[in-house]
């Protein structure tokens, strides 16, 4: 393994901003693995440390295979992780929303445009990401159809499930779009949490990953367990939204199978803890997403299910 500087800016006062990477073989730019890129992304952070620490331990046991570098990124924006702060803390900007950068642009737009430029001949390049959504979501590999995007590669993370998305406008701004669009397969990897750790979440993250280079033979890795996944279009998904703004007291977890009828939640008045309101499965299916913020707003979507 060998340390490398993927982008630095310089400061007048304080540490200058550096973004750094791991390097794994020499050869062929096989993939590029990143974690957070948002201020709160502890959980994406979390899931490229231990990803660095599995595959020292293959390197030392001689299991890359000769002629492919794997690159493992686990900060982009470590200066919003000091401080807490979900985006650029100047300027309010989203890293994830400034591709594929401009390098005489405003600071985020550099910072995009550095990394950019150092990532994108990756033949495969991977994001722990996170939704905007504020929840738990159920472990999966997301695709957004660009004419570019290769589910059934997707397929060798071994993940239950591969959801496909159309792109919307802003899509266009991201990593993902952009590593698709310069001709790489790209793919947002998915755990349960984002400013949380959740360590079972991280391990399955993790263990995908390395499913899924051991899959493509870029190191030496054959996990026991591993789904057949299945593959998912988003606009398939039931949205499940709450009938009143309060208190949400979830009655049901992620991954669970619910039936139609059956009561997930229940919103409660914040103030005297009377219960408002029930939530209801509109069908049967599998919690894939659950809200998991205290409040609510009225007719917000706080479960997705996957219908069966």
């Known amino acids: ?17 550096k973004v750094q990477g791991y390097v794994f073989g020499t ?13 709160n992304e502890y959980q994406q952070l979390y899931c490229c440390s231990q ?95 660009t004419g570019f995007e290769d589910v059934q590669l997707a397929k060798k993370f071994g993940m239950p499930y591969v959801v496909v998305r159309n792109t919307r406008p802003y899509d266009t701004t991201t990593l993902n779009y952009n590593w698709q669009i310069w001709n790489t397969k790209a793919f947002s990897l998915y755990t349960t949490s984002t400013a949380q750790i959740n360590h079972e979440s991280a391990q399955r993250g ?35 939204r709450a009938p009143e703004a309060g208190l949400f007291e979830p009655l049901v977890h992620v991954e669970q199978e619910v039936h139609k009828g059956m009561i997930l939640a229940k919103i409660l008045n914040p103030v005297d803890g009377e219960e408002i309101a029930q939530v209801y499965a509109p069908s049967e299916g599998i919690v894939f997403f659950m809200h998991n913020e205290p409040l609510t707003y009225g007719h917000t979507a706080v479960l997705k299910l996957i219908p069966v």
């Open 51 to 145: 990803l660095v620490k599995r595959l020292k331990q293959l390197e030392s046991e001689d299991k890359l295979i000769p002629g492919y570098e794997i690159l493992v990124i686990p900060s982009a924006n470590p200066y919003s992780i000091n401080i807490e702060k979900r985006f650029w803390p100047i300027d309010n900007t989203d890293i994830n929303r400034m591709f594929p950068g401009y390098v005489k642009g405003e600071t985020t737009q550099r910072i995009a445009g550095g990394i950019f430029e150092k990532i994108q001949e990756y033949e495969c390049g991977i994001q722990f990401a996170s939704n905007y959504m504020p929840g738990e979501f159920m472990p999966h590999i997301n695709i957004m159809k």
């Open 1 to 17: 393994m060998r340390t490398v500087t993927i982008y630095e800016n310089h400061s007048l006062y304080r540490d200058n901003f």
């Open 206 to 240: 993790v263990e995908s990953v390395l499913t899924f280079l051991g899959q493509c033979d870029y190191i030496r890795y054959s996990r026991k367990e591993r789904f057949l996944s299945q593959i998912i279009d988003d606009q398939d998904m039931i949205s499940v």
């Open 27 to 39: 050869g062929k730019k096989a993939v590029c693995i990143i974690g957070n890129m948002r201020g």
